[in-house]
């Protein structure tokens, strides 16, 4: 068993939102959110208290927004409202589903979903609601991974499951380089060494420098989620 030696209790998970659009390139595909709901309904119902954060590139990445005249600051601003138009789509979909879920923006915008505390986040889990957390961080320059990263601290998960559409991380781009081969388990310093792309350097370091495990795995497969929570030797584990 690939697993982390403890049991998952709480864990921050993190989605693409590029895989929210399917095979479409922006927008958001019914069935892969209804897909994505009924896995993280399945582990909901086992007990696990489930963070969400989910970036927004399926509508507006704020760097590509910079190739059109706009500037970083405001593109990153529409970035982050880029994630709360999917954050509540998936909140809906999971409570017409029967789950709990409430959204918390890391910038005011009440009544389109509470302002993110700590303290909020974690009441709710404990109550046994889904919490997604949508804006990142609440600051431009900062990327999604960077959000999830500082959240899944804050909240003290158990790690940070990131939902990506490959299987791992491998030694080059599986869909270029066919000789690429999947690491199992992957230290921060390696994946620094060898200039892997699996989050920017930001987000690894807070990970690093505060023992948050990460575990790569494709997300649109489904059962994998709850294979992962298993502890299946499935995608890659980052310690």
């Known amino acids: 068993m690939n697993t982390l030696n403890q049991p998952y209790h709480r864990v921050l998970l993190k989605l693409s939102g590029e895989s929210l659009a399917a095979s479409?390139?922006?927008g958001i595909d019914a069935h892969r959110l209804s897909a994505y709901v009924q896995d993280i309904k399945e582990a909901h119902e086992r007990g696990i208290e489930i963070a969400i954060v989910i970036g927004g590139g399926n509508i507006f990445r704020g760097v590509t927004g910079t190739?059109?005249?706009?500037?970083r600051y405001s593109g990153d601003q529409m970035g982050m409202l880029a994630t709360v138009i999917n954050s509540l789509a998936l909140c809906s979909a999971l409570r017409h589903?029967?789950?709990h879920a409430d959204v918390l923006t890391a910038v005011r915008m009440e009544p389109v979903g509470e302002f993110y505390s700590k303290w909020k986040a974690d009441s709710?889990?404990?109550q046994g609601h889904v919490v997604i957390l949508s804006c990142g961080t609440g600051n431009p320059y900062f990327t999604t991974d960077t959000g999830a990263a500082l959240r899944g601290i804050e909240i003290e998960a158990d790690a940070m499951l990131k939902g990506t559409r490959v299987d791992g991380i491998?030694?080059?781009d599986p869909e270029k380089d066919p000789t690429a081969t999947k690491f199992d388990t992957?230290?921060?310093d390696e994946i620094y060494e060898r200039k892997l792309k699996v989050m920017d350097l930001t987000a690894s370091t807070l990970c690093r420098e505060n023992a948050l495990p990460i575990v790569?795995?494709?997300m649109d497969k489904p059962g994998n989620l709850q294979a992962v929570l298993r502890g299946e030797a499935i995608g890659t584990i980052v310690r």
């Open 24 to 26: 479409g390139k922006h």
């Open 216 to 218: 790569v795995f494709d």
């Open 186 to 188: 992957i230290s921060y």
């Open 97 to 99: 589903a029967g789950v």
């Open 67 to 71: 190739y059109t005249g706009i500037d």
């Open 124 to 126: 709710l889990l404990r």
């Open 170 to 172: 491998y030694t080059a």
